[in-house]
Each structure stands twice: as structure tokens, then as C-alpha cells.
């Protein structure tokens, strides 16, 4: 008779596995690619194609040639760590400046430490940072929304609506004057807005968002906490001072927030394992989001703000535990 | 509807043999009856090779505290006392019995009678119990007087049966709760008048409506007893989520459930209880189902402990040719086995059987630290955390992690996605761990 097969149990597994998650978080990004093509044309289709297709090479050249271990290209992790990062750069940044992001997002935040799972920080927000600190200028270029444009050179750009704010606060202008200078709250929550190639739609991230949820590739609590803090820090700024202070929706729809919340914060590598530590981490996200946007130098936080948290995840590893059975002996 | 709050997972839950009705399998022409079927030290033979033996037999003595007796579960000649394979892969003593016809020891009630009236004292019903070498049936075969003694200082409210069957593909538990419904129930009051306990709940998981309403209409009859539907989810047979789930009440890491004034007994115990005190029969049978999503006939059969699997295979419809695994008990807890001829145990409530593409593990990946094992551990544990300690031999570390909480369900295993081996480090680990707190209490 033949020989049977002897392991350990369980002898049953999840359909689920390392790639298909990947891809459901590609396939989730799919409304946010299309509205930024729509409102950024050509350029931010060549700066996402770009960024994913040096991700992808980057990775290979790693593992085939110096760890010289098994490649692992399409388990779709580089792939999204290259959308991702197409995702928060101008869509009229130089493409060899988005190769030289994706090297720096792969080789070092992602393949230094190990590769998949091991990395501390978010590949894809380490490549961006490292763009806004090298090349300022042209990572404050932002174009002007238009309409499937085909343009690659003479773009217009303009100040984020962030931007706009912070710099009018700064001088002494008045929030109510400012306002009339930011488009409407439907155009910012539609995307119709100067920013970074696949953040500008609130709404279409969401819709992401929540197939993500659905499909259980993410939970609520650090998107949850995350948004909420920022309403409640940004709130209870703005009822001290409206004029000084723009109101928690428009945190809320502008700049990387929503991407952010939804994307990056959630990435699995790098948050926490407990639902408390999920929760202390995103609220972090958020104070930290706040204090950058509204006192630091920069008019958008987000990035920081989770790559600080990003530092803090072993620590909060170690002190928050998941609740125990057992612990708290209740009996009724 | 009730169930534990605790993490939990939803594996699917294949009950092919649901419909199959309990079929008394032919009696092997021998059998191998393990002196060790059960948890604690094993039983020492009391006859010896040449002596003809009767069903229901004495053949080995369960001398120590936590030990059982053990029966011939046929008629006919003693062969030889040796070692066999049993299907934990591991040699073990085993009393072989060539069976001659089928004659049973004098004093055993054969007939179908339901006996509802309990004459004997709660003393006489432990006593009669160990006698009969009744254990766990549920799969885990601790002794069971010994969990009906409530030790001193402690006192038992209720009495928990468990007919929750979690374990996907398994069906012994649901046909046995379909056919012998008032042969249990008297076994659960048997068990309450040794407790000296008022209240019994029998939790059942609402994937058997059947069950929960056949027993729902005897229960009139049966003061005291109560059955509870449950919401289906793994591992809710797990004693400790169980009584999490009826009487919300947590057993403190590392104590039994009697602290918390409950205990756990399987429907099958219960029905062997019933046959120990009221028919005077030990537990000499039990009901196995066959299944496995190529085996012909999907079967629950009622088979003689010691009978060669191969021979429930065998009426099952046959191994199927491309059959890669073979695992005694579900597919969550169950041990794969090595030998087919390995015989069936006081604690085999299943025999599955894996296609070979079915048989081998995901190819392992780099954790990516999806939390998705510490989201779902029953215990409310870390098992990434866990098998990284384990693999380091960081013992200590494993043991302020709580890893002896770990109940072994497999949930974590089943749900990670880059198919780690979390649940085999974490046994590593639990094995060490236990030497070292052995050694510390010495």
C-alpha cells in the first residue's frame, strides 16, 4: 500500500493566503488609479507604472543576485508598496526621480530588513520621505486637477488646499477668508483638488477602504481610531478658534489623510498585533497627523506621523497583550 | 444565541455522514486491545496468552488513581500480549484476542430496555463507573470517576454536557444524540446524582436543528436538564470556551473547570455511563464515523474497541486509491496515523481520510504579521509571538506568554495565511516549558 502523509494537526487551512491578500488590497486600489487618471491624465499613469515596475525590478535584482535567495516578485507586495508610492508622490514628479523612490522604499526600508514581514517602516512612505527631503522642490509641485489630460511637460501646478490654509494662517489670514481660495467640500471629497496622484479622492478610497474591510484584508480599528482622533484633535481645535483653526472635515479630505488611515497606518507589517495596540497606534496616527499639519513645518503630516508610529509598534507590542481567557475571572 | 467571546475561527464543516445512520460493524477476526487507551498510567494485564476470555471481560487493571480498567470487547482466545503500532504511531502493549463467536460476560444486560429508574448511591455510580473503565469520549480519555470525585473544599453547580461536536466532518456525537437521545439523558442524570448536582445544560451547535429538537421533546421527562443551541465556531467543544458559552464563567489559566463549580462530560461518555450503571456493561464499543470527501460511503459505525481501522475502511467502501492521509479524530485535533491496521481506541470518534492533494501543508511564507493568529486564538494568546519564542528556545519568555494556556485547537495554524508551522513550535515549546516547570516543583 502506499505511504500516507503524517503532520501535525490541524490537517485543514484557510484559502486565504499571502498573495490573494495582496492582490484584494490591489484590486481595492483600482477607484482611487482611476479617479486620479481621470483628474491627472497621462503623467500619473506613467508615475504609477513606473513606480511599480522598479519596485518589482528592484526586488528581483535583490533577492537573484544579492541575497541570492528564492524570488518572490508576484506575492504582490511589491507591487503595492510601488502603487502605494505612486500614490503619494506629484503625478508631475520626473519618473527618475519615482525610480530612485522605489529603490529607496524597496532596497532599504523593505529588503535590508529582511523583505516581506520584516521591515519596521512603511516601504512605501520611507521612499516618499526620502523624495520630499532630496527633491523639495519638485515634491511640492503639485499639478492642477484637469481633465484626462495627455500633457507631460508645462503643467500647472498649484499649492494643496492644505497648503493653501497653513501658509494664509501663517501670514495672519482669517480661516472664513481662506476658504473661498480651496474648492468645494464635494470637489475635495470627489478629488477634484491639487495633490499627490492617487490621495486627492476621499470617496474612492473609502470604497476601498471598505472592500478591504469586507473582504477582512484589514479591521476597523486603526482606520477607525486613526480618523477619529483626527476629528476629535482637529475639533477641538476649531471650537476653540475657527478662525485660526480649519474645521475636522477638512482635515478629514484633504492631503494623504484618507490614504493614509486606510492604506498605510493598516499596512500589517508594520502595526500593532492587538486590537488595544491597533487602537493606541492609530489614535497616535492621528495626534500626530494634527500636531504636523497645524505646528510643524510641513503643511501635510500623514507620512511622519505614521512612520514615528511605525518606531513605536515593538513598543506597543510588548505592552498592550490581547485579552487573555482566563484573566479576569468573571462570574455570573 | 450563546457562544464564547473569544476569537473562534469557521472552518468548513464537511458533515457528510450527518444522515448516516449508526450500523453495528461485523466483529474483526481479531482484535488489539492497547493497555493505554486513556490518559494517566496505563493498565496492567491480568490474563495471559492461551486464556479464553468473554466479552465485557476484565483483561487489564487500572491500578493508580488516575488509570482504567480494560475489557475484551470480544469473545474468544487471548493470541498475545506485545507490542503493535497504535495509531499514535508510537509501539504500544496491546492484548491480542482472536475472536471465537461472540459470548458475554455473565451479569450484562444485552436486551434494549431503556432503564430509567437509578438505584445505586452516588458512591456505588463512581465505583461502577471506574469499574466499567469509562473515560472521556470526546477524544481527550481522562479517566471519568475521577472527574465526578469533586475534590474537597470544592463544589460542583453544574454538570456541562458536551454535544457541541466542533470538529468539522465528525458525526458520532450528533447520530449518537439521534439514536440512544434517552439512553443519555439517563446517563446525565446518572451523572448529577453522583455530582449531587441540580442543574445539567447540554450544549449543542445549531448546525444540528435535529438533535436539539429530538432531545428538546424528551427532555420533560428529565428534570434538571436543559439543552442549550449554539452559535457554530471552533473550538467550542473545548471545555473551557464551552462553559464560557453556557454559563459564562472563565477557568483561571491553569485550574479545571470544578473551580469554577462546573464539570465537562461528552454525550458519548454520558451514553457509556448509562450502559456502565444501568446495563452493567463496560465500554467495550463505540461509535466511529468514517468520512473523508472521497470515501464512498460516508458511515458512523458502532464498532468494538481494538477492531483494525482498516476493517471500517474496509466497510466504508475501501480506501480510496488516491488517499494521501489517514487521521484519527477531526481534521482540527485529529492525529494523522502511519498503519491502517493500528486498531480503534476508547477515544477514536473518527477516522478521516485526505485526498492526496489535500494531504500536504501550504507552502510556508515569511509571517507578515497579519495578526490574524492572535485575533482568532481562543485563549486570547499570541501564537506568532509564541512559535518565534519557541524556535529561539526562549522558554521562559514562552512561559510569562502563558503558552501552557494553549488548548492545541490548530485555529492558528488553520488561519495563517503564510502557512506557519505556529501550532508545532508552539508544542515544542509547550513540551519544554513543561519539563522546566516540572523540574521546578520537584
Not at chain 1, 7 to 19: A, D, K, L, M, W
Not at chain 2, 382 to 391: G, I
Request: net charge neutral; with cysteine; hydrophobic share 45%.
Amino acid at each position: 500500500m502506499n505511504l500516507l502523509t503524517v503532520s501535525g494537526s490541524p490537517h485543514v487551512y484557510t484559502e486565504q493566503s499571502v498573495s490573494k491578500i495582496m492582490y484584494g488590497v490591489l484590486l481595492s486600489l483600482i477607484p482611487a488609479a482611476l479617479v486620479s487618471f481621470y483628474f491627472f491624465g497621462l503623467a500619473a499613469i506613467l508615475v504609477t507604472l513606473t513606480a511599480i515596475v522598479s519596485c518589482l525590478f528592484f526586488e528581483f535584482i535583490i533577492q537573484k543576485y544579492l541575497i541570492k535567495g528564492p524570488v518572490t516578485i508576484f506575492d504582490g507586495s511589491a507591487i503595492i508598496t510601488g502603487a502605494l508610492l505612486a500614490f503619494i508622490v506629484p503625478a508631475s514628479l520626473p519618473l527618475w526621480m519615482v525610480v530612485i523612490g522605489s529603490l529607496v522604499a524597496i532596497g532599504m526600508a523593505k529588503m535590508t530588513f529582511g523583505g516581506l514581514g520584516k521591515n519596521i517602516f512603511n516601504p512605501a512612505l520611507v521612499g516618499r520621505v526620502f523624495l520630499m527631503i532630496s527633491f523639495p522642490v519638485e515634491m511640492n509641485m503639485y499639478p492642477k486637477p484637469t481633465t484626462l489630460s495627455t500633457q507631460l511637460t508645462d503643467i500647472i501646478s498649484g499649492p494643496t488646499p492644505l497648503a493653501v490654509v497653513k501658509e494664509g494662517v501663517a501670514q495672519g489670514e482669517k480661516v472664513s477668508d481662506l476658504m473661498p481660495q480651496v474648492p468645494e467640500y464635494v470637489d475635495l471629497l470627489m478629488g477634484n483638488m491639487g495633490g499627490s496622484v492617487g490621495e486627492i479622492s476621499a470617496i474612492a478610497i473609502l470604497l476601498g477602504g471598505i472592500y478591504m474591510l469586507i473582504k477582512k484584508i484589514i479591521t476597523w480599528e486603526i482606520p477607525a481610531s486613526y480618523l477619529g482622533s483626527v476629528v476629535i484633535f482637529a475639533g477641538a481645535l476649531w471650537l476653540i478658534n475657527p478662525e485660526v483653526y480649519v474645521d475636522p472635515m477638512f482635515h478629514l479630505v484633504t492631503g494623504g489623510l484618507m490614504l493614509g488611515a486606510l492604506y498605510m497606518a493598516t499596512d500589517m507589517v508594520t502595526s500593532p498585533m492587538s486590537r488595544w495596540g491597533m487602537i493606541i497606534y492609530g489614535i497616535g496616527c492621528g495626534f500626530l497627523t494634527i500636531v504636523i499639519r497645524i505646528f510643524g513645518a510641513y503643511p501635510e503630516g500623514v507620512a511622519f506621523a505614521i512612520l514615528i508610529m511605525n518606531a513605536f509598534v515593538p513598543l506597543i507590542n510588548s505592552g498592550f497583550k490581547p485579552q487573555r481567557f482566563g484573566e479576569e475571572v468573571k462570574n455570573g | 444565541m450563546k457562544t464564547f467571546k473569544l476569537g473562534g475561527v469557521h472552518p468548513p464543516e464537511n458533515k457528510l455522514s450527518q444522515n448516516a445512520p449508526i450500523e453495528v460493524l461485523a466483529l474483526p477476526e481479531t482484535v488489539a486491545i492497547p493497555i493505554s487507551q486513556h490518559l494517566g498510567v496505563p493498565a496492567n494485564p491480568v490474563v495471559k496468552k492461551g486464556d479464553t476470555v468473554k466479552a465485557g471481560q476484565l483483561i487489564a487493571k487500572g491500578e493508580a488513581f488516575i488509570s482504567a480498567n480494560i475489557h475484551a470487547s470480544v469473545s474468544g482466545t487471548v493470541q498475545k500480549i506485545d507490542d503493535i503500532v497504535d495509531s499514535s504511531g508510537y509501539r504500544k502493549k496491546a492484548i491480542v484476542i482472536k475472536t471465537e463467536g461472540d459470548v458475554w460476560e455473565e451479569g450484562i444486560d444485552m436486551s434494549t430496555d431503556l432503564i430509567k429508574e437509578i438505584t445505586l448511591t452516588p458512591e456505588e455510580i463512581v465505583t461502577r463507573i471506574n469499574e466499567k473503565g469509562i473515560v472521556g469520549m470526546g477524544g481527550a480519555t481522562f479517566p471519568s470517576h475521577v472527574k465526578l470525585m469533586v475534590p474537597q473544599g470544592k463544589k460542583a453547580e453544574y454538570l456541562i454536557i458536551n454535544g457541541v461536536e466542533c470538529e468539522p466532518y465528525l458525526t458520532s456525537d450528533h447520530r449518537l444524540m439521534l439514536e440512544k437521545a434517552e439512553e443519555m439523558l439517563v446517563g446525565i442524570q446518572i451523572q448529577m446524582k453522583a455530582l449531587k448536582v441540580e442543574k445539567a445544560i447540554i450544549g449543542i451547535e445549531n448546525n444540528k436543528p435535529d438533535a436539539i429538537e429530538h432531545i428538546r421533546k424528551l427532555l420533560p421527562s428529565y428534570p434538571g436538564i436543559s439543552v442549550e443551541p449554539l452559535k457554530v465556531k471552533y473550538p467550542q467543544g473545548g471545555e473551557k470556551q464551552l462553559i464560557k458559552a453556557l454559563v459564562n464563567r472563565e477557568v483561571p489559566s491553569g485550574k479545571l473547570p470544578i473551580e469554577v463549580g462546573c464539570v465537562v462530560h461528552n454525550v458519548g461518555t454520558a451514553f457509556a455511563v448509562y450502559e456502565a450503571v444501568q446495563k452493567n456493561k463496560p465500554l467495550v464499543e463505540r461509535v466511529v464515523t468514517v468520512t473523508g470527501k472521497a470515501v464512498k460511503q460516508p458511515s458512523n459505525f458502532m464498532v468494538r474497541i481494538g477492531t483494525p481501522i482498516a476493517a471500517l475502511l474496509e466497510a466504508a467502501g475501501g480506501l480510496p486509491e488516491n488517499t494521501g492521509k489517514v487521521v484519527n479524530g477531526g481534521p482540527m485535533m485529529g492525529k494523522a496515523i502511519t498503519d491502517i491496521s493500528a486498531p480503534v481506541t476508547k477515544g477514536t470518534s473518527g477516522i478521516l481520510l485526505f485526498e492526496k492533494q489535500a494531504s500536504s501543508r501550504k507552502p510556508v511564507h515569511n509571517c507578515i504579521r497579519c495578526a490574524r493568529c492572535a485575533s482568532i486564538c481562543a485563549m486570547g494568546l499570541e501564537p506568532y509571538l509564541l512559535a518565534v519564542l519557541a524556535d529561539n528556545k526562549r522558554y521562559e519568555d514562552c512561559e510569562a506568554e502563558r503558552i501552557m494556556d494553549c488548548i492545541e485547537c490548530g485555529s492558528c495554524l488553520y488561519i495563517c495565511p503564510s502557512g506557519r508551522p505556529l501550532l508545532d513550535q508552539i508544542r515544542v515549546g509547550k513540551n519544554q516549558v513543561g519539563k522546566i516547570m516540572r523540574a521546578r516543583n520537584q
